[in-house]
Each structure stands twice: as C-alpha cells, then as structure tokens.
T-cell receptor, first 114, second 111 residues
Framework: AQTVTQSQPEMSVQEAETVTLSCTYDTSENNYYLFWYKQPPSRQMILVIRQEAYKQQNATENRFSVNFQKAAKSFSLKISDSQLGDTAMYFCAFMPGANSKLTFGKGITLSVRP | NAGVTQTPKFRILKIGQSMTLQCAQDMNHNYMYWYRQDPGMGLKLIYYSVGAGITDKGEVPNGYNVSRSTTEDFPLRLELAAPSQTSVYFC??????????FGPGTRLTVT
C-alpha cells in the first residue's frame, strides 16, 4: 500500500517571498504520478502541478515548481513570489501508474501574510 | 461547460435516514470518483467508476452505494446515515485517470 506523508501541518510566508512545502511517500512501484492540489477556503480542489516518475526533469507551472527526488521518495512544492491568493490548504497526492486511485496526504495549511 | 456539479451543497440528516448525493459532469469523462474529506484530513476514495456500468470500491466504501448508468452521472447513496458519515463529499471526473477535476463538494452533517 502507498502512503503519503506531509509532516508540516501549517506554514506561513510573507507576500512576495518563496516557500517550500514538503511531501514524502512510500511505494514499491517504479512508475507512478505525483500531484499537488490546492484547496482554497471555497473548498474547490484545484490541480497545481503534476510529476511523472519516469521524467527526471522537475515539473514547473509558472510560480510553482517541484523538487522530485525519486530515490529519497520526496516531492516538495516550491511557490515563488507568494501571493495572497495562494493562501489555502495544499495536498500532496500519489497515483500508481497501474490504476486510477489517488492517495492523499493530510495536507498543509499555507497562510500568505500581506 | 459547467464541469463537475454536485447537489446539494449542504445537507443535515438524522441518524438512520437515507439520501443520494448527486454528481454530474459534462466533459464526457469516462472516469468518475467519490471522495470524503474529514476535518484536517486529506481525501479518501469511497467508490470509483471507469465507465458507464462499471463501478468499484475504494478505500472506505462501507455504508455507501453507487451506480453509473450514464457517462454523465455518478450518484452516491447513503443508506442508514450514521454520525461517522459526517464529512465533506467530493465528486471528481477524469478523461484519462490521471488528471482529476473536482466538484465544489457537499457538506453533510448527520445528527
């Protein structure tokens, strides 16, 4: 069974600064997908970024980038130039390549201070 | 496109009552999912479907039932509601089983 661990329950960052959210996972699979989802106060789950395990290059989407360390089973999210609208819960999620079930971490609450 | 829609947004049930949470998507996605999110926790998969007529259990299926008679709709049925089913319920759909699109959620309280 896969597990996803987000050990930091909450973080705070000053607007315009950079913050990194940590995630580790455990799996015996070799091919899989990793995701970061954002859940703002509206509760809507929004996909932020996705990483395929077979790709060595770290995924990037505008101000969001990941540091994927396959051997260490680590998948952190870096948010650059933090904005007030980034305030939300962020969930790390894992999906084995063989099926479509997502396993989520417990999430981290990020607050961006003005 | 409306995307994934869920009704109702909120509902209070008494213990032992039954109800159906509705989920619909207009993106012609084959894959659909039901999750529950308990306070301070991530989402847990209840049931999923890979196409019309096909459903399968997720991590926490007990107390729930689903059906998938059309591509668009994936209702979740709660029979004999219990306080442990108080949660926020999310429906999601996906074109390829990788990128999932979520609905706005239904907040259910069982008292």
């Amino acid at each position: 069974a896969q597990t996803v661990t987000q050990s930091q329950p909450e973080m705070s960052v000053q607007e315009a600064e950079t913050v990194t959210l940590s995630c580790t996972y455990d799996t015996s699979e070799n091919n899989y997908y990793l995701f970061w989802y954002k859940q703002p106060p509206s509760r809507q789950m929004i996909l932020v970024i996705r990483q395929e395990a077979y790709k060595q290059q770290n995924a990037t989407e505008n101000r969001f980038s990941v540091n994927f360390q396959k051997a260490a089973k680590s998948f952190s999210l870096k948010i650059s130039d933090s904005q007030l609208g980034d305030t939300a819960m962020y969930f790390c999620a894992f999906m084995p390549g063989a099926n479509s079930k997502l396993t989520f971490g417990k999430g981290i609450t990020l607050s961006v201070r003005p | 496109n409306a995307g994934v829609t869920q009704t109702p947004k909120f509902r209070i049930l008494k213990i032992g009552q039954s109800m159906t949470l509705q989920c619909a998507q207009d993106m012609n996605h084959n894959y659909m999912y039901w999750y529950r999110q308990d306070p301070g926790m991530g989402l847990k998969l209840i049931y999923y479907s890979v196409g019309a007529g096909i459903t399968d259990k997720g991590e926490v299926p007990n107390g729930y039932n689903v059906s998938r008679s059309t591509t668009e709709d994936f209702p979740l049925r709660l029979e004999l509601a219990a306080p442990s089913q108080t949660s926020v319920y999310f429906c999601a759909s996906s074109p390829d089983s990788y990128e999932q699109y979520f609905g706005p959620g239904t907040r259910l309280t069982v008292t």
